[in-house]
Nanobody
């Protein structure tokens, strides 16, 4: 499966963005899906994940209550709605697909998109 993340950009603190992850090559419902991010100068970290059918989600404590993950298997797409953005949310955001039902670690994921830059100004 090929993944394409989009929707990043420059936003002021307190603002919102919606990231999208489009899949091609295989039906997205086959995969648990997740979002990770890599802040400048740091390693990649887990943000949120969603099970194959969308019934189960996990969200990192750092974004809980502000970010919401969702998916639309009919459209072969996944989303990350981000609100109340903070400068520390600045990072490259990656979407990923896993053969597992749902995962929260990098090594749970088998396919990765190219990343989309999110920059939050103070």
């Amino acid at each position: 499966v090929q993944l394409q993340a989009s929707g990043g950009g420059l936003v002021q603190a307190g603002g919102s963005l919606r990231l999208s992850c489009a899949a091609s090559g295989r039906t997205l419902s086959t995969y648990g899906m997740g979002w990770f991010r890599q802040p400048p100068g740091k390693g990649r970290e887990f943000v949120a994940s969603i099970s194959r059918n969308g019934d189960n989600t996990y969200t990192a404590d750092s974004v809980k209550g502000r970010f919401t993950i969702s998916r639309d298997n009919a459209k072969n797409a996944m989303y990350l709605q981000m609100s109340s953005l903070k400068p520390e949310d600045t990072a490259v955001y990656y979407c990923a697909a896993s053969f597992q039902w749902i995962g929260t670690t990098e090594d749970s994921y088998d396919y990765w998109g190219q990343g989309t830059q999110v920059t939050v100004s103070s």
